[in-house]
């Protein structure tokens, strides 16, 4: 196993276009999370997958943004007409389950940096 | 909402000097993780502390979770420029389901 892949590794935009990003977790993780973050900042929540159910969302998720995760694997977050405040590096990370999983740490891909013009 | 502190924000020194950086919260954690982040990349976990005042030492990095698990701290001796990036803590809440992270805690070594 390779890690976490994510796809693309950069996006440029135009305003008002969709984008679609996708994420490989590690296939024996049955966690996936989204995070973005921002230049400077730290990694902001978005929503996370255990297998293919998505069980939480944050508030920062506008409704031009879904996430999917069909069969439990590899996941797609879109974001709909995109605005310059989207433009962010967007992680996804995954984990195990178990007793409070979050012990085993989260293991992270390189992320997709978006710029929206 | 649990929000996660760290200081400095930035900090530049030279190589061989020590160093710590804290994570402060109001909210108790039921674990503690700190990763540390290159640019371009996904953070990588350097460590994950559980117990109140737990120390846990990888190499020359001492990580320390406060009693009350409300705060940790990242202690670097002898620096070297290797040790370069950006030094996030994230904390899980009771439910386990997602880490909240701090705004990090830039660190650049000078040779």
């Known amino acids: 196993d390779t890690g976490v892949s994510q796809n693309p590794r950069h996006k440029i935009t135009k305003r008002g276009q969709n984008v679609t990003f996708r994420c490989d977790p590690i296939?024996?993780?049955?966690?996936l999370y989204w995070y973005r973050q921002t230049l400077g900042q730290g990694p902001e929540f978005l929503t996370y997958?255990?297998?293919?159910?998505?069980?939480?969302k944050s508030r920062l998720l506008s409704d031009r943004f879904s996430a999917e995760r069909p069969k439990g694997s590899f996941s797609t977050l879109e974001i709909q007409r995109t605005e310059q405040g989207d433009s962010a590096m967007y992680l996804c990370?995954?984990?195990?389950?178990?007793?409070?999983?979050?012990?085993?740490?989260?293991?992270f891909g390189s992320g997709t940096r978006l710029t929206v013009v | 909402t649990q929000l996660l502190e760290q200081s400095p924000q930035f900090l530049s020194i030279q190589e061989g000097e020590n160093l710590t950086v804290y994570c402060n919260s109001s909210?108790?954690?039921?674990?503690l993780q700190w990763y540390r982040q290159e640019p371009g990349e996904g953070p990588v976990l350097l460590v994950t502390v559980v117990t109140g005042g737990e120390v846990k030492k990888l190499k020359r990095l001492t990580f320390q979770f406060g009693d009350a698990r409300k705060d940790s701290s990242l202690h670097i001796t002898a620096a070297q420029p290797g040790d370069t990036g950006l030094y996030l803590c994230?904390?899980?809440?009771?439910?386990?389901?997602?880490?909240?992270f701090g705004g990090g805690t830039r660190l650049m070594v000078k040779p």
């Open positions: 296939s024996e993780h049955n966690r």
């Open positions: 997958f255990q297998n293919e159910a998505q069980l939480e």
């Open positions: 990370a995954s984990s195990p389950t178990g007793h409070r999983n979050t012990n085993y740490g989260y293991t």
């Open positions: 994230a904390g899980a809440g009771n439910a386990g389901n997602m880490l909240t």
């Open positions: 909210s108790v954690f039921s674990s």
